[in-house]
């Protein structure tokens, strides 16, 4: 406190505010217990008081009944994220690069203060498969993908998981076999054994699963539905050509076989292929989700069922699984479709990926591995006498997410191979330095 002659009670506001400004005290800082502070100070407790409501009025510090008095952030000031919220990420799942471009991140911040004056409206409970202003705009992103179904066979969805397990529960009960990628996302896997379902594996080449043995699986098992990830496939990270998927809806026509088309990296590509929806919409359940396109956070989904009696079915088992989509997270999502900010942010991670991709094949030059230029991940080959269990623990804590081969295997033993993930938080400085590590962890003897 300074002798200048100023009341004590401005001097203790003055402080405050010095602290704040030289960094001393942070936001969220709590204060002393006013009485506390008094005889600490040798001043009247009525001077602390005044103080603290003088630094109040300021907006420097605010209190809260049963709490205390902390330091609060000025009114001009961008909200920062919560420490504890950022280091809350899984690293089993394939990330995507994160948007740091201020003029990004700002666009994203407006369509959230634009839904939150539907605040009210949007913390009632709604149609278990979206409004009519959602389906607009999924229609509207679906077209991105040549996708022009009409909208009584559009559901919004809370993301491909769920989605994948409704579309199941209808067309399958336990027993029942279901056909998919011999190496197949392990999502599919965990819902087949939920629901007592046999999954049958498909041999796969660089374009994915083999027609012939498409047909000649369809004859031997008699499955109920057909999976596929058709688009930088999870892990491998190949893609089915337009030749290949047209081959494919041959066979399914051929024998009235139902596909599930996840087609979760279908919008990273500039020009990836046409849907399979595309080739056998009778057929095809399509599965359009944002999780890597947009964010994952936000639990959406946009689905096209093969008509719309097959789309009130799938309302009926979303409906028993999750009620409905997030109406605050549909609001938002719509909301960044139709004002652009969507394809922004399609556009931000498309580019993010390639240059994450080129640092891969620079630090990984003497590894094998099969990749795409817009690709999350790298589906990486372990040389002879490197086991996947030992190279996974010593990059623990390097902050990137590698999954084995074992999660991803459908029949047979799990290849010695790793599903490295290139997104998520890591800068790029931060997933060159771990990859330097993972090469020389992968060249070296044990």
């Known amino acids: 406190m300074r ?57 420097l510090i605010s209190s809260h009944v049963g709490r205390g008095t902390f330091v609060a952030r000025p009114a001009d000031a961008p909200e920062q994220p919560e420490a504890r919220r950022r280091s809350d990420v899984d690293l089993t799942m394939n990330l995507p690069p994160e948007p740091q471009d201020p003029a990004l991140l700002e ?6 203060q634009t839904v939150s004056a539907n605040l009210v409206n949007l913390l009632r409970y709604q149609s278990a498969t979206g409004g009519q202003i959602d389906k607009d705009a999924a229609s509207t992103w679906l077209s991105l993908r040549g996708l022009v179904p009409s909208l009584d066979r559009i559901a919004v969805t809370p993301g491909a998981h769920p989605t994948m397990l409704a579309i199941l529960m209808g067309l399958t009960r336990p027993g029942d076999t279901i056909l998919c990628e011999a190496v197949t996302y392990p ?39 057909l999976y596929l990830n058709p688009t930088l496939q999870n892990p491998t990270t190949r893609t089915i050509s337009r030749a290949r998927r047209e081959r494919i809806a041959e066979v399914i026509i ?25 080739f056998a919409p ?53 909301r960044w479709i139709t004002d652009g900010t969507a394809d922004r942010i399609r556009r931000f991670i498309r580019e993010e ?56 295997t459908v029949s ?17 400085k931060d997933l060159r330095d771990s990859l330097g590590l993972l090469a020389y962890v992968t060249s070296s003897p044990f």
């Open 412 to 428: 047979g033993a799990p290849c010695e191979s790793l599903r490295v993930c290139l997104g998520g938080q890591v800068s790029r």
């Open 282 to 334: 009778d057929l095809v359940w399509h599965i359009g989700g944002l999780a890597k396109c947009i964010g994952a956070g936000l639990r959406l989904a946009y689905t096209v069922a093969p008509n719309s009696h097959a789309a009130r079915e799938l309302a009926h088992h979303l409906k028993v699984i999750s009620v409905m989509p997030s109406p605050l997270n549909m609001a938002l999502a719509t």
């Open 3 to 59: 002798a200048d002659g100023a009341a004590r009670y401005l001097q203790l506001a003055d402080a405050i505010a010095e602290g704040v400004s030289d960094g001393t005290l942070s936001v969220g800082d709590r204060l002393p217990p006013q009485r506390r502070l008094a005889d600490r100070l040798g001043i009247d407790f009525t001077t602390v008081s005044r103080g603290y409501a003088e630094a109040r009025r300021r907006g």
């Open 187 to 225: 999502g599919l896997r965990g819902i087949a054994g939920r629901l007592g379902l046999t999954l049958v594996g498909l041999p796969m080449d660089a374009e994915g699963i083999e027609p012939d043995a498409l047909d000649d699986a369809i004859r031997r098992h008699a499955p109920k539905a």
């Open 353 to 408: 990926t390639a240059a994450r991709q080129e640092i891969a094949a620079q630090v990984l030059a003497q590894s094998t591995y099969e990749s795409h230029p817009h690709a999350f991940n790298i589906w990486l080959r372990l040389p002879p006498g490197h086991g996947r269990a030992a190279v996974i623990g010593r990059m623990a804590g390097t902050g990137l997410g590698i999954m084995p081969s074992d999660a991803f």
């Open 254 to 278: 051929a024998h009235k076989l139902p596909l599930i088309e996840d087609d979760a990296y279908g919008f990273i590509p500039p020009s990836p292929p046409a849907p399979l929806a595309s």
């Open 107 to 112: 666009r994203m911040q407006e369509g959230l």
